[in-house]
């Protein structure tokens, strides 16, 4: 991907907006309304607006059960082809309510809008995007309104850029256009210190650099998708995360937030859709962990948490994470790897989730730790495993002890206060 150069893009004074509306605020056709009316009001006041929008409410999650009923794995070209369409049904839907307003506008697929990608389905990369089409509405006087998480690779076949993807769309289409910024609007006022609707005691963070924010998206802040925030890391593209439903200003992602807001700790992530799986009693030899995770690499799955325990007379148990969701199509891939490294068998845990603090205040403090693990004892809840970086300790917990973990954590590191 390139950032845009042409100069009717460029040229600050007509320089588009990228808006993205997120499922909960599409969930219906009142609140499609709503948010056209929102378009409309941005368009009458600057002129340009692309528009990116999710599948409305929780139609793709309904799409992917509705898959998983006919086949338990199914293929992952054809759920590509199923769970593009939910997001390909909202931006016909809002065209129509905007011309209802009297506002000019034209829906376009991923393949319309030239969102090129990488052939990984349900998890495919975007490579490039082929903006004139949408340049041409702009220039037209439409608000175009683009379907997001979808694009198409090589072969023209549909992908999906993963779960919570149409934030990625939003982002790489302002970077292309170069758009003055691009405005993720969803159904919080912003990036908050933790989960809201975990801990009601979070505070809203009105800054936060993209590295830090890369680092909370992926240990599971879904607020953003964690590629959105690389992507508009290395183009530098002013990203702001605010409520749909109230005019307050929300929170800015870039590269330089304020001095003291850095150097602590930004907050605490948890994700309840993580499994893990265990390789039982793997012959503890060279080349394993090559052949198990180069397997699953090549099936397109993601793995997190790595965890080699100690050798016990030449065997180990193999363990690592990944999303719940990939725990279906991951079991063929699982089970022949399971054979062929000869480990005893393949052994999948659901009763987990992850809790994680994150944060630059890691960087040379001693007593982070044990802070986090008092913390949690005091709660009784036991952790399984820990994983660090520099700027997050991952905890894995018990799924149904997660909400106590976060609210623990968040006490513990003051982050209701300022
Ligand atoms: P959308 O459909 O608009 O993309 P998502 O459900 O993907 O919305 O993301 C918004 C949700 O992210 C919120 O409803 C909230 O429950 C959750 N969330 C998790 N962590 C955070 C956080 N740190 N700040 C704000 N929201 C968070
Ligand atoms: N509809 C997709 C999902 O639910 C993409 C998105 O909403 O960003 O993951
Ligand atoms: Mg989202």
């Given at each position: 991907m390139t950032a845009g150069t042409d100069s009717a893009l460029t040229d600050t004074s007509r320089r588009c907006i990228v808006q993205k509306f997120g499922g909960s605020s599409v969930a219906s056709a009142e609140l499609i309304q709503r948010v056209a009316r929102r378009i409309a009001a941005t368009h009458a006041k600057r002129g340009r607006v692309v528009a990116v929008v999710s599948a409305m409410g929780d139609s793709t999650d309904e799409l992917i059960s509705l898959a998983h009923k006919v086949n338990p794995a199914p293929p992952s070209r054809e759920m590509d082809q199923l769970l593009s369409t939910g997001e390909t049904i909202t931006a016909p839907l809002m065209a129509m309510a905007?011309?209802?307003?009297?506002v000019p506008a034209i829906s376009l697929t991923g393949l319309q809008a030239g969102i090129r990608t990488s052939s990984v389905h349900r998890s495919a990369r975007i490579v490039d995007i082929v903006p004139q089409r949408i340049i041409d509405e702009l220039e037209r006087g439409r608000v175009v309104v683009v379907a997001g998480f979808q694009g198409v690779d090589e072969a023209l076949d549909i992908t999906t850029l993963g779960?919570?993807?149409?934030?990625?769309?939003?982002?790489?289409?302002?970077?292309?256009?170069?758009?003055?910024?691009?405005?993720?609007?969803?159904?919080?006022?912003?990036?908050?210190?933790?989960?809201?609707?975990?801990?009601?005691?979070?505070?809203?963070?009105?800054?936060?650099?993209?590295?830090?924010?890369?680092?909370?998206?992926?240990?599971?802040?879904?607020?953003?998708?964690?590629?959105?925030?690389?992507?508009?890391?290395?183009?530098?593209?002013?990203?702001?995360?605010?409520?749909?439903?109230?005019?307050?200003?929300?929170?800015?992602i870039c590269q330089h937030p304020a001095m003291e807001d850095r150097q602590k700790i930004r907050g605490i992530a948890h994700d309840s859709g993580v499994a893990k799986v265990i390789l039982t009693r793997v012959p503890d030899r060279p080349g394993i962990a090559a052949a198990v995770f180069g397997a699953i690499g090549k099936a397109g799955i993601n793995v997190d948490i790595i965890v080699q325990n100690v050798s016990h007379d030449g065997f180990t148990d193999l363990s690592f994470t990944i999303a719940e969701?990939?725990?279906?199509?991951?079991?063929?891939?699982?089970?022949?790897?399971?054979?062929?490294?000869?480990?005893?068998?393949?052994?999948?845990?659901?009763?987990?989730?992850?809790?994680?603090?994150?944060?630059?205040?890691?960087?040379?403090?001693?007593?982070?730790?044990?802070?986090?693990?008092?913390?949690?004892?005091?709660?009784?809840?036991?952790?399984?495993?820990?994983t660090t970086s520099q700027i997050h300790v991952t905890v894995i917990i018990a799924r149904d002890r997660v909400a106590d973990a976060v609210r623990a954590l968040h006490a513990e590191f003051e982050l209701e206060h300022d």
């Open positions: 905007l011309e209802r307003l009297g779960r919570g993807g149409t934030d990625t769309t939003a982002v790489a289409l302002a970077v292309e256009l170069s758009a003055e910024r691009c405005e993720i609007y969803t159904d919080v006022a912003g990036v908050y210190t933790a989960d809201p609707r975990v801990e009601p005691r979070a505070r809203l963070i009105p800054e936060i650099a993209y590295e830090e924010m890369l680092e909370f998206a992926a240990v599971g802040a879904k607020v953003m998708h964690p590629r959105a925030v690389e992507i508009g890391e290395t183009y530098s593209m002013p990203i702001v995360v605010r409520s749909t439903f109230e005019d307050q200003p929300g929170t800015l969701e990939d725990l279906s199509r991951s079991r063929p891939v699982l089970e022949e790897v399971a054979r062929e490294v000869q480990a005893e068998q393949v052994v999948a845990d659901t009763g987990i989730a992850t809790v994680s603090v994150v944060g630059t205040a890691f960087l040379g403090t001693p007593g982070m730790f044990a802070r986090i693990f008092d913390a949690l004892s005091a709660q009784g809840i036991n952790v399984e495993q820990i």
